[in-house]
Structure formats: C-alpha cells, structure tokens
C-alpha cells in the first residue's frame, strides 16, 4: 500500500514555482550573525518510498537559506533506513515523515520511536499523507507527538516552504532554551565545584572551566573552541596564573611578553575600569577581593557572544567574584594554621638547640617522597605539614637532657624516648584530619620495620606509611646535620647507612626511592641550610 501525490496541485503554475536554479531563497532573523564553517546547515530527513516525492521536495527546496544557513538533505526510503540515519544524526531539526510505507501505520510507529526510545523531543515531525483513512488529522494530532499534519493534495512548494521554515524556527527556539538551561545549570553547578580543590591553581581552571563550557554550549559546539587564561596583578605586573586552550603555554608568564596588542589592552581596560569588558569574540573580567588581590580572566571565542551569552557570564561572574573572596580566606586560614604549626615545631627544636630548618628539611624531604610514591598532591601537602610536629613532644623534655651534649644514661635515654608517647597525647585528642596525621607522626616515628623500634615496637606496614617516611627523612637529615652531640655525616656515609639498614630500620621501597631521589633531597638541604 503506497501513498499517491497530486504533483500537479504541488506545482500549479509558474507562480507557485520557486526552486529556479539560479534562485536563493532566503529568510533571514535581523539578530542572527552568520558563520563560516562548511557543517553550517539544518538537517532536514526525507522519509517516504516513494523516490518521486524525494525528487519534488529537493526541487523545491533547493536554494533554500534560513537564517544564513542552507539544507542538507537525508534520505530514507524504509523505517529501518529512517532510524539508521537519526542515530547516526541525533541533530536532525525536521522530519518529512510519509505515514503509508511498509505498513499502513508505519510512520506513525516512527514517530513513537523517535519520541520514547531516542528520547528526542527537539526534531520537529511533519506529517505527509496521501492516504488520510488510514491516519485521521484529529486522532493523529492528540494520539502522537508530531508538529503538523498535512495532507500531499493540499501541499503546494508555497506551502511546504512556509511549513519547513515554520518548522525549523520552533527547532531552533528549541535548542536554544535547551542551551540556555544547561547554561544555567552550569552556573549553578560552577560555585560548590570550584571549591573541590584548595589550590589557586586548581581553582583558576575550573572557573575557567565552567566559562568555556558556557561559550561551548552552541548549536554548533562541536566545532567551536574557546581559550582563556587567568591573570593576577601583583606589583603592576600581570601573571598568567592558568590557561586552556591556545594560551596553555603562557602559565607564569607576564602578559606583556606574550599576548597580542588587542588583548592586551583589553585586560588592562578591565582593570583600570574594574568591570567586565566584552568584545564581538570574547571577554575579559576583573575581580577584585575584599583581601585586596586583583584578577582578571579572559576568554576567546570563535562564535559571535549573543545577549544571552553575556546574561550567563554576567551571572557566572557574579558567582566567581564570591568565590575568589571566599577562596582567599580559604587561602588565608590556610596558610594561618601552616604558620602556627610550623612555629610549633620550631619551638619544639629551638629547646634542643636546633634550629627551625631541621623541620622545613624534613617537611620537603617527605613531600618530595610522598610524591614519588604516588601519593596526591593533596595527601602529599598534608603529610608535609603535619611532619613538622613529629618531634613536638620534646616540649616535655628537661632542658638537663635534651640538651646534653655528654653521652645520656639509660635512664635519661628512656626519658628522651618518652617525646614520642608525649607529642601523641598533645596532638591525639583534635578531630582534625592534619593534627590525626600529626599524633601518629609523632607517636610511630621512631619505630623500625624490623619491630625494635619505640614506643610500640611496632613492625612493617603495621608502621603508618606516613610514620615511615618521616622516619627516614629525619633520619637522614639528622645525619646530614652538626648536633650538640655529633658531627655531620658524609654523603657517602648517609648512603652506606641507608643501604646497610634496608629493611632493617627502614621501609625497603622508602630506601630505593631516597636514594634514586637523593640529589634533590641534598639540594633541599642546600636550600634550607644550617647557619
């Protein structure tokens, strides 16, 4: 059973004729701003079986411009081509759906497909039939979810143009909201995200990040690609803090060297009018915290910034100049609670005559190990705080002892000891992840992985692995260092020892990494050196 078409009331006179080959025609919006790129056109599916009602619809549509944008025409003769070619082509904007095919309903079941198993409510579905006893408007219209109805005997070229552009402009009014709304959940989503991470730099890229994403989310995002970069201000100099896209190589440079006139100038506009500046491609924003800390951010597009797109960004900025404040605090209270531990620990080696460097070296050390054996920066970063309070229980040593220079008696050693179990009881009691660590550091940090280590006597990996790597790293700087009671070691010495005790007083693996790595722990020391 196949469908019939009256082409002589499609085509009925030279007036109704509007697919002339030299001919264009062109519907345009007065807000629309054309592109350059070859996959700029609607796609519109031809479904019917008919091969001569393929060759009519292309005739009349061809030359046909819709908000600068021409047709790309698909083709399907069968439903098993039909949904081949929307899978295949999920941004197809309009569907010419004969309903006699196959079977009598055939249209109509695509029509259910294309709605509830490809979940796709965006293409518009036209209806063309020639046989309306098989498919009456009425029942049709309220039974699926098609956009129109029309029957081929009453569809003239003037008709089917009028549809197809009527079709194509709800599409894109579609899209567009659609757009909009994933724009908006971006904002929404941006300000818990970018506090995921305490890094600045960290921080810089996802609001970097989440900017892109609004400029990417375009009709043609596929073939679009944003660049930004992030600059702070410190000292009349602007550096690049991060970047994506084209600028990924200008991190830590200043601006001056390395980007182009125009963007220059327009960051600097930013910042000495302190507001967001947008361009025809592009933007550049400025905040400034109530901590006094300058920013800038810019990014480039390669699609024209439409209202909506600078309505999103003003909204994302406003977000983002709330975030930079609440990340400086953040950054503040950080670097606060760093300071206070560190002097802790400084006091705790101030009372035995050594000085503070012994705890910086040791924090490094341990970084740069953490790190090798691939522990998180995160992780990493902890651990090197909380190495610092590894000795602070020698706040609970005598003056007299710790600071013998003689040989110490059994009993004044057992009282030495003591400052691993004391900086466990000063430190255990914080529900603080960093003060957790710090207890366990200072309880376990004498303990050797052969067991005959203290207080415990605890054995291997029953170690904590941070309390291993803080045992080794002190280690070593204490032979690398003059005390009260000794002279420094020799490089070669260190090594021997090291090597002598793998697996001994030390983790193995820790071993073989402290020596692969022990150039750079020595030019840790150099860099922290004892007066």
């Given at each position: 059973?196949h469908?019939?078409?009256?082409y ?58 819709l908000?600068?944008?021409?047709l ?7 439903a098993?081509?039909?949904k081949?070619?929307?899978?295949e082509?999920?941004?197809i ?12 309903d055939?249209?109509?079941q ?32 309220i ?13 003239t ?9 009527t079709?194509?402009r ?21 300000t ?16 970097l ?5 609004i ?17 702070s ?6 550096i ?11 991190i ?27 361009t025809e491609?592009?933007?550049?924003s ?14 480039k ?30 950054m ?31 924090a ?7 790190l ?14 909380a ?8 706040l609970?040593?005598?003056d007299?002892?710790?600071?013998k ?18 900086g ?25 992985y052969?067991?005959?280590g ?28 003059k ?13 021997k ?33 004892d007066?």
């Open positions: 059973m469908d019939s078409m009256d002589n009331n499609l085509i009925t006179d030279e007036d109704d004729v509007i697919f002339i080959e030299d001919d264009v025609i062109s519907i345009e919006d007065d807000e629309y701003q054309p592109k350059d790129d070859a996959e700029n056109a609607w796609k519109v599916l031809v479904v019917d079986d008919d091969k001569s009602v393929h060759d009519i619809t292309k005739r009349v549509l061809d030359g046909f411009v908000d600068g944008k021409s790309r025409i698909y083709n399907a003769y069968n098993d081509e039909t081949k070619i929307l899978n082509h999920p941004d904007a309009l569907i010419l759906l004969d309903v006699v095919m196959e079977e009598y055939t249209g109509l695509l029509v259910k497909y294309v709605r509830d198993e490809l979940k796709n409510k965006m293409v518009r579905i036209i209806l063309r039939t020639g046989q309306p006893g098989y498919s009456p408007e009425k029942e049709v219209v039974n699926y979810h098609i956009n129109d109805y029309k029957l081929k005997t009453d569809l070229s003037e008709k089917m143009i009028v549809s197809v552009v079709a194509l709800s599409y894109k009014d579609l899209v567009s909201l659609d757009l909009d709304r994933m724009g908006l959940r971006k904002i929404i989503q941006s818990p995200n970018l506090y995921k991470n305490k890094s600045f730099r960290y921080f810089i890229n996802g609001i990040e989440q900017l892109t994403s400029l990417h989310l375009d009709m043609d995002a596929i073939y679009c690609r944003s660049s930004g970069l992030a600059l201000v410190n000292q009349n100099r602007f690049i803090e991060a970047a994506t896209g084209d600028y990924k190589e200008y830590n440079k200043d601006i001056n060297e390395v980007l182009a006139d125009n963007i220059l100038e327009l960051c600097k506009a930013a910042i000495t009018l302190k507001k967001t500046i947008f491609d592009g933007f550049a400025y905040f400034n915290s109530s901590w006094g800390t300058e920013n800038v951010i810019y990014i597009s390669n699609t024209i910034l439409k209202e909506w797109d600078i309505d999103l960004i003003n909204i994302a900025c406003s977000n983002i100049s709330i975030a930079f404040d609440n990340m400086y605090l953040s503040e209270m950080d670097v606060s609670h760093k300071e206070i531990i560190y002097t802790i620990g400084e006091i705790a080696e101030f009372r035995s005559n050594e000085t503070g460097f012994h705890i910086k070296r040791v490094e050390y341990a970084y740069l190990l953490a090798e054996i691939g522990i998180s920066e995160p992780e990493a970063e902890c651990l090197k705080i190495s610092t309070m590894h000795d602070v229980g020698k609970g040593i005598p007299a002892i710790l600071n220079p003689a040989k110490l008696t059994p009993e004044e050693f057992e009282i030495i000891k003591s400052h691993s179990s004391i466990y009881e000063m430190l255990k009691r914080s529900n603080v992840k960093l003060m957790k660590d710090a207890a366990i550091i200072a309880y376990q940090h004498h303990e050797k052969n067991g005959k203290y207080p415990q006597g605890l054995k291997g990996e029953d170690i904590d692995l941070y309390a291993r790597i803080v045992c080794i790293v002190d280690v070593i700087d204490a032979l690398l260092s005390r009260v009671y000794k002279n420094s070691w020799s490089v070669e010495e260190v090594i020892y090291l090597q002598d005790e793998k697996g001994e007083h030390f983790d193995p693996v820790l071993v073989e990494i402290a020596l692969k790595n022990f150039d750079k722990m020595l030019k840790i020391q150099s860099e922290f050196k007066e």
